[in-house]
């Protein structure tokens, strides 16, 4: 099982499942030279969004911890601790931002771009 | 008159806490904008908290006591005159005088001038050391007086007299006291409630004569107090003598400026705390009601204020009576009384629970079908806030359920729980259940509804009520606090955080994923636990991997733009000139920078994760361990350089802060710890400031807790004195691991120990003297973690599974991230902070 990530050029085969461990995450370096924070919940359920922290600007998200607020994933910046819904990117602290989200998907093969 | 005053004029005569409080529903009503108010306060200082006068005798200072904010005054653009009482009221010209000769005219007069406390007539009343009770004032000189003698006797068996003779008893006096009716508290409390507390009173060493009137004060040959006559012909001896013989309402002011007084006094007032002109109001204690009562209790002198302020406002609201429900701890005996106390409604019927033994009596009055009309509560008035705002309805349990203790027949299950959403629960300022439920805690409750701040007896129910204050609960995740959970992982050998949360979360938590609060902190008992359990100690296996924090993740400090610090241990802060060049070697060829620590080590900046590595490999070949920077861990244990080189040290310090820093290494704890061993009391190493700190004496050391620096420095306390190196390390095994066990999560040893119950001294109880019998647990719980240390660094490095986690990009594993970049700065390098470039807020396109 691969986790695979769509960006414009296609779907981008980031690792393999098993690199990921459930309630951490990965980061991506995408083909435009930026960067994606990718996750795998308990459930083997993945999820993708930007890297880059907006409070610090610094490429951290994916060092953060993932959790559950209202039966939906976040995960907390490891600098200043505000939260990002892990689906929609929206920052739970602050209704104002917002991170980008990557459609995201497992598959069985590693599949071409 | 074409020159009316634009803005009316407020005088209000009295600054009380029923002043205060006038003033406060001014304010609420924006009426401090509209008008001009002044304050004519005889007192020296503004509005205090008089019900809890005595409390100034257990250490609360004037300023404690203070209900007059600061900048209350400025911000309202009142006019405060203290010291400054008023002396006449002139009606016609619509004036007031103060003592100063000051001449205020106003529009609205208002009166709370309040009482004064009655002193019976009876010859020699006037002798040095006879003394009343009723303001700051009055407390310092009976303070002042009572420094020199060692009795004292109290008029008065009321309220005021039993608190005036816990007064004189905290002073040390031995204390009696003298009431004329056949009981205690006769207005408050029936015959059975006065025996429980006359009995209980008595058991303090206090005398207590009931039924017997003061005849004469009798002096000495000085002519201050030496004793009294009593009307059974008896004489006791005394030093001093306070009146307490119940209040009068001050209505000369009223009286002069022919305002109509009541036949036994009070200004007399309308249902709109009116007197009889319609300029003046009345309020509080100095006030005769519409009802014909003189209130002396703070709830119907609030309930006087809120309806002069309505009626300012021409708004209608009526003062009719008041509840006279009360709750006190007098000497230390809780009491209270509400409702139809007395069983004064006819066909009422009364449920008595009475035991002498411990001073315990409870009646509840109810009618025939069950309608609780009052009750009195002596040595157990738990119950009291939820009684009262029952009174009037029938109880959702029966009556008897109500008044026999807890663990005797039936519990008692009702909790604040079974009141109406409209109860009063607090009486003093009229405020409701749902007014309080709907604040998030305490002191937004104080602050928003003022309930509480009155006499304070509702603030045990408001607790209860409030959500937050009854979840003690660590996060959303789990109901119970960090302590609660560190005896479930330890009793349940718990190891995994799924089957933690899964088994004992809340049931919306469970199945989920947690949280950022409760991971870190399981993952943080586990570790300390991990020998014990048989866990793995390595912090970053299996399950405990998803726990860490960062920077426990990477095993190093996370900095502003993504890059790490790496500090490697550095015991005692002594260090050979070889390992000192290893270092220097590694910053330079990684390009670190490099600055000297607080706690006696160097701290290398702007590390990539995937240099970590490397980084470490240098290190531990040099013989350098990891100095768990990064954890809630043991950090360092500073030192001076003690005995061996300095001329004044008395111990080798050095070597006690290398052996106590190895010692406890990789310990996890609830927070961070820092400690210091300084080598004679001139404490060069600070250890006063430190979790733990120890100093060295001539015969051993001494051992201080719970210091701190930071944003709220705290002076460790002594624990213990003249230690042998063994003794030292065995209290210090005990003090770690008790801490580890019931502190809650980020609380530093400072907090924990303020926190704690009975203090300093419980903690000797349980770590010197092993009042709990914990100790041999304690200490091998300690031989564990010693035994089972292992360099987390060193473990790391021969791992290459381990060591698949130190990478910028799990899809470029070599690849630096080119966002953390330097710059230079004083021949080091700084991050480059514009190379983050931060996307505008709500950014994403």
Known sequence: MTVELRVSEGWLTVCELSALIPGRGVAALLPDGSQAAVFVDRAGRPYAIANQDPFTGAQVLSRGLVGTVAGRAFVASPLLKQRFDLESGRCLDHDEVAVRTYPVRTAATSAAR | ?845
């Open chain 2, 1 to 845: 008159m074409a020159a009316a005053t634009p803005t009316p004029a407020i005088v209000l005569i009295g600054h009380g806490m029923v002043g205060q409080r006038y003033l406060e529903a001014l304010a609420e009503r924006g009426a401090t904008a509209t008008h001009r108010i002044t304050v004519l306060c005889e007192e020296p200082r503004p509005a205090y908290d008089r019900v809890h006068l005595t409390s100034y005798f257990s250490g609360s200072t004037p300023e404690d006591l203070s209900l007059t904010p600061p900048g209350f005054m400025a911000e309202h653009g009142i006019e405060l005159h203290l010291g400054d009482p008023a002396e006449a009221v002139d009606r016609e010209a619509r004036t007031v005088t103060s003592r100063s000769g000051r001449v205020f005219p106003y529009d609205v007069l208002v009166l709370a001038t309040g009482s004064h406390p009655f002193v019976p007539p009876v010859p020699g009343k006037d002798a040095p050391g006879c003394f009343v009770y009723r303001t700051i004032e009055d407390l310092l000189e009976i303070e002042e007086y009572a420094r020199t003698r060692t009795s004292g006797s109290v008029v008065g068996g009321g309220l005021l007299g039993l608190e005036a003779a816990g007064a004189l008893q905290g002073l040390g006096l031995t204390t009696r006291i003298v009431e004329f009716a056949p009981r205690l508290m006769p207005v408050q409390i029936d015959e059975g409630g006065g025996t429980a507390l006359l009995r209980t009173i008595e058991n303090m060493g206090l005398t207590v004569h009931t039924g017997v009137g003061t005849q004469e004060i009798l002096t000495g040959e000085d002519g201050s107090v030496a004793g009294m006559r009593l009307s059974d012909g008896s004489t006791v001896a005394t030093d001093l003598v306070v009146f307490s013989a119940g209040v009068r309402p001050r209505d000369q002011l009223a009286r002069a400026a022919g305002l109509t007084v009541g036949e036994r006094g009070g200004i007399g007032i309308d249902a709109r705390c009116r007197t009889s002109d319609p300029r003046v109001y009345a309020i509080g204690e100095c006030a005769l009601a519409a009802d014909g009562r003189v209130y002396g209790l703070v709830a119907p002198g609030y309930e006087m204020a809120e309806t002069a302020a309505e009626d300012l406002l021409g708004r209608a609201k009526e003062f009719t009576g008041a509840d006279l429900s009360t709750k006190l701890k007098l000497l230390g005996v809780d009491v209270a009384s509400f409702g139809d106390a007395h069983g004064a409604a006819s066909g009422s019927l009364a449920v008595v629970y009475s035991d002498s033994r411990s001073g315990v009596y409870k009646k509840l009055v109810v009618s025939p079908e069950g309608v609780l009309l009052g009750g009195v509560l002596v040595g157990d008035a738990d119950s009291y806030g939820l009684l009262r705002p029952l009174t009037g309805s029938v109880p959702p349990v029966a009556p008897e359920q109500l008044v026999l203790p807890a663990g005797l027949g039936a519990p008692v299950t009702l909790g604040p729980s079974a009141l109406p959403d409209t109860a009063v629960i607090c009486s003093c300022h009229n405020v409701t259940k749902k007014a309080i439920t709907a604040c998030a805690d305490l002191a937004e409750v104080k602050k928003c509804t003022n309930a509480g701040t009155g006499c304070g007896s509702c603030v045990k129910v408001i607790g209860r009520l409030l959500p937050s204050a009854a979840d003690k609960g660590l996060c959303r995740c789990f109901p119970f606090s960090r302590s609660e959970l560190y005896e479930i992982v330890r009793t349940r050998r718990l190891t995994s955080y799924e089957r933690l949360l899964d088994g004992h979360g809340r049931p919306e938590a469970r199945g989920g994923e947690g949280c950022e609060v409760c991971k870190p902190a399981v993952g943080s008992i586990i570790a300390s636990l991990a020998p014990t359990l048989g866990a793995s100690g390595y912090v970053l296996d299996g399950e405990q991997a998803a726990l860490q924090d960062t920077n426990d993740h990477f095993l190093a400090n996370l900095q502003r733009n993504g890059s790490y610090s790496v500090v490697p241990r550095i015991p005692g802060g002594e260090i050979t000139p070889d390992k000192l060049i290893v270092i220097g070697e590694v910053a330079r060829d990684f390009g670190l920078y490099a600055k000297i620590t607080g706690g006696q080590r160097i701290d290398l900046f702007g590390a990539g994760v995937e240099q970590l590595p490397r980084i470490w490999a240098r290190l531990v070949d040099a013989g350098f361990e990891s100095g768990h920077a990064y954890g809630k861990a043991l950090r360092t244990v500073k030192s001076c350089v003690g005995q061996t080189w300095c001329r004044f040290g008395v111990q080798d310090s050095v070597r006690m802060a290398i052996d106590l820093e190895l010692r406890y290494r990789g310990l996890r704890a609830p927070h961070k710890l820092k400690s210091a061993v300084s080598g004679c009391a001139r404490e060069c190493a600070e250890a006063q400031s430190k979790d733990f700190g120890v100093i060295a004496t001539a015969s051993g050391w001494n051992l201080y807790v719970g210091g701190n620096g930071g944003a709220t420095p705290r002076h460790a306390d002594l624990l213990a004195q003249d230690l042998s190196d063994a003794e030292l390390v065995r209290l210090l095994d005990r003090f770690l691991m008790f801490y580890i066990r019931t502190a809650e999560q980020l609380e530093r040893t400072s907090t924990w120990l303020d926190r704690l119950e009975g203090g300093l001294e419980h903690l000797r109880d349980v770590i010197v003297r092993d009042s709990l019998g914990l100790c041999a647990e304690l200490e091998s719980l300690m031989a564990d973690h010693v035994a089972h240390y292992r360099d987390e660094w060193a473990e790391t490095l021969q791992d290459p599974e381990r060591l698949r986690r130190f990478v910028s990009f799990v899809n470029a594993p070599g690849a630096p991230d080119p966002t953390v970049r330097f710059v230079p700065e004083r021949d080091q390098v700084k991050p480059d902070l514009t190379a983050l470039t931060l996307l505008p807020v709500g950014g994403p396109r």
